[in-house]
């Protein structure tokens, strides 16, 4: 019976110890979203939504509007529904949620 108790008492000691990462994870996806008004084009290659070639795009793009106010900004770029689906995703634009259905 000491056994039984001692194996239990070990087993809720390491579910009890295991880290909650749900809220945490999810918080720290939002806070380490790439502002999309301040990356540079290796950074916004490096999300893997865009190729380095689109991405030195929308960063001409950015100079030429003077920043991003929405997605639909990029329109004029060819992005595919995919890439700004990704793009929304790992992105952000100040102001404006990653989950914005704009």
């Given amino acids: 019976m000491k056994k039984v108790f001692q194996s239990a008492l070990f087993a809720a000691a390491i579910l009890l110890s295991a880290p909650v990462l ?3 994870a999810s918080f720290a996806a939002d806070a380490a979203a ?9 950074q916004l290659a ?12 929308i960063v001409e793009l ?23 689906k990704q793009l929304q995703e790992k ?12």
């Fill in 22 to 24: 749900s809220p945490v």
């Fill in 34 to 42: 790439i502002e999309l008004n301040k990356a540079t084009a290796d």
């Fill in 46 to 57: 490096a999300t893997g939504a865009v190729d380095k070639a689109t991405a030195e795009k």
């Fill in 62 to 84: 950015r100079e030429e509007l003077g920043g991003f106010q929405s997605f639909d900004d990029l329109g004029e770029l060819g992005i595919s529904g995919d890439q700004m």
């Fill in 91 to 102: 992105t952000s634009i100040q102001g404006i949620s990653s989950d914005c259905n704009c």
